[in-house]
């Protein structure tokens, strides 16, 4: 133990947040503006700092941007080349009519021109809105149809999951794939490629103009449209330089795809504003494939996910050791709680410590976070970076001290935090209170300022680190013939954090069975998304229910796990 705690302690070396505590008393964010040319020129879009900067600059422009590697294709892209399929695909964009503002969206795996698009987008000064292959047509549909995205950029095989008749904006699909599976009254990507110019006008745009919509669930309603705009850039660089610790040649891995903020924020802006290579992995999840790739690629800083790290672990360290996983300085990792157990097999399998990162899709980019120079206490999130005040706050906004749980909180005005939930001025209020941000976690501080995450204050279910609203569960199993009430909840599992598990009564005229049950499973997984499927479900008479009707989750989540009831006053006759 002695010995782990040394190893938890911050390493010394050049690193470029070297004084947490010195920076963090005197930093200021207009600092960080003096790294970007908007700052002499005027003119700014995030798609320039991030690409064509780097491309104009003679030591930089034939530096590999990106390494695209998936089991059937290996590609690299240096910041010219990038920079000019991003000018070719603005042009495609222009010719259709695409315009700033526009709403343009992208429905399709991880792959170059999946980059290319995304940077495209952002060129002409419209906002893109990039969707997890995984969806199916409902979550399409919702995400489309809210948004009111006049463009899709997607594959000819995903094509049977966007109802365009039911999505009246929806004007042009672009399709990525072979021409001859691509019919008339679509347009052909790489045909359109080809003939486009590779020179374009890039669209200066105001820092507050709109840049990126990511969907992300709550507890209650539809999935929700979180904006953020190109301002965001200033806490995307400096949070590469502090907490991804990027330098000069590093090789940067982030697993996340680009449907969730960590692929874009991090996947994108804060690696390409720094002007590293960014390896991009296609292709299935196996512990080898992702060894192999660390090894492989000479990955210098890798950033990742609990459940991920979990599968490493449980496939055990001599998978690791088979690797040389030498190059690899710096780890970590987002989205659930990094379990210490999880630290202390990263000191074993990587001789590293798993750095543990706070943030979420509305603060658009890390908030609370641990740095290398910094002790790590296995289970803390870390403290909040330089520029950013976090507190544990009481349901009135009043500061709790040292120890206390409450609600974690950030003091509103960070770069990155989002503008808006598109078309939902209520519900973007209504996550701040006195001042504060309030993120819907629970947490407490110590008395060295370490932050500690307890657990969702809502009804949000974190499976394998995918946020899934029970909401949207709870409607897609009552659209199914044989259900007529739904309830659901997220439910404790050693490997994916939470588990999906709902409670159903039948109609009328249905008997239990497994078949039944397995069918309702599917109609969830074909018409959601795979990850969205109850894993568990349990028939029951009626579902526990407060007066005015609102689904008591709370109610149900003790009585599975055995947990005292609370307060039941509201609770339906
Ligand atoms: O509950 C927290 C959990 O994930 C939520 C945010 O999810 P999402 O918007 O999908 O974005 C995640 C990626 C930025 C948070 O409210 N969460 C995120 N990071 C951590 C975490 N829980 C514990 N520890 C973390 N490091």
Redesign the pocket.
């Known amino acids: 133990m002695a010995e782990e705690v040394k190893e938890l302690q911050g390493s010394n070396g050049q690193h470029n947040l070297d004084n947490y505590k010195q920076t963090y008393e005197n930093f200021d964010w207009e600092e960080a503006k003096k790294a970007f040319s908007w700052y002499d020129t005027g003119k700014v879009n995030i798609a320039y700092e991030a690409i064509d900067r780097h491309a104009e600059n003679p030591n930089k422009k034939d530096q590999v941007a990106l390494h695209y590697v998936a089991p059937d294709r290996e590609e690299k892209l240096t910041f010219e080349e990038l920079s000019k399929q991003s000018n070719k695909f603005a042009n495609v964009l222009k010719k259709q009519g695409i315009e700033k503002g526009d709403r343009v969206f992208l429905f399709m795996p991880r792959s170059p021109e999946f980059y290319a698009s995304f940077l495209g987008i952002l060129k002409v000064g419209a906002i893109a809105g990039p969707l997890f292959e995984a969806f199916m047509e409902q979550a399409v549909h919702d995400r489309l149809e809210d948004s009111e995205a006049t463009m899709l950029i997607t594959t000819p095989d995903l094509l049977y999951r966007v109802p365009q008749d039911q999505l009246p904006d929806l004007k042009k699909v672009v399709l990525v794939g072979d021409s001859k599976d691509i019919e008339d009254g679509y347009i052909d990507y790489h045909e359109e490629m080809k003939n486009a110019s590779d020179d374009f006008d890039i669209e200066w745009v105001d820092l507050e103009d709109g840049m990126v919509i990511h969907y992300?669930s709550g507890s209650t309603g539809k999935p929700k449209g979180v904006f953020h705009v190109h301002n965001a850039m200033i806490q995307h660089y400096q949070t590469g330089k502090w907490v991804l610790d990027l330098q000069e040649g590093d090789v940067y891995w982030c697993t996340a795809d680009p449907g969730?903020?960590?692929g874009t924020s991090y996947g994108v802006f804060a690696p390409w504003l720094n002007g590293v290579t960014n390896v991009v992995v296609g292709g299935r999840f196996t512990p080898d494939a992702w060894y192999k790739a660390l090894d492989q690629y000479k990955v210098t800083v890798w950033y990742s996910a609990p459940t991920a790290f979990r599968k490493l672990m449980s496939a055990g360290e001599e998978v690791a050791k088979k690797y040389d996983l030498s190059t690899v300085r710096h780890i970590l990792?987002?989205?659930?709680?990094?379990n210490p157990e999880v630290v202390y097999w990263g000191l074993k399998a990587f001789d590293r410590r798993i750095h543990?990162?706070?943030?979420?899709?509305?603060?658009g980019a890390q908030l609370i976070c641990n740095y290398p120079t910094m002790e790590i206490r296995p289970g803390s999130?870390g403290k909040p970076i330089p520029g950013v005040v976090a507190s544990i706050v009481d349901d009135q906004g009043n500061e709790l001290p040292p120890n206390r749980m409450g609600n974690l909180a950030i003091k509103e005005g960070w770069p990155a935090m989002m503008r808006a939930i598109w078309k939902r001025p209520e519900k973007y209020e209504s996550y701040f209170l006195n001042g504060w941000y309030v993120?819907?976690?629970s947490a407490y501080l110590d008395e060295d300022g370490y932050f500690w995450?307890q657990g969702?204050l809502d009804d949000?279910i974190?499976t394998s680190?995918?946020?899934v609203g029970p909401f949207e569960v709870e409607s897609k199993l009552i659209e199914h013939e044989a259900v007529s009430e739904a309830g659901v909840i997220g439910k404790p599992d050693p490997e994916r954090g939470e588990i999906i598990k709902a409670f159903i009564s039948l109609n009328e005229g249905y008997e239990e069975s497994d078949e039944l049950l397995e069918d309702i499973r599917q109609f969830v997984k074909t018409g959601l998304a795979a990850h969205a499927a109850p894993r568990e479900m349990d028939v029951t008479d009626s579902i526990p229910k407060t007066r005015s009707g609102k689904i008591m989750r709370r109610l149900l989540k003790a009585r599975e796990l055995g947990l005292p009831e609370g307060d039941t006053s509201t609770l339906e006759e």
């Open positions: 992300t969730w903020v960590t990792s987002v989205g659930e709680p990094l543990d990162t706070w943030w979420m899709t509305e603060t999130m993120s819907g976690d995450f969702r949000v974190n680190g995918e946020r």
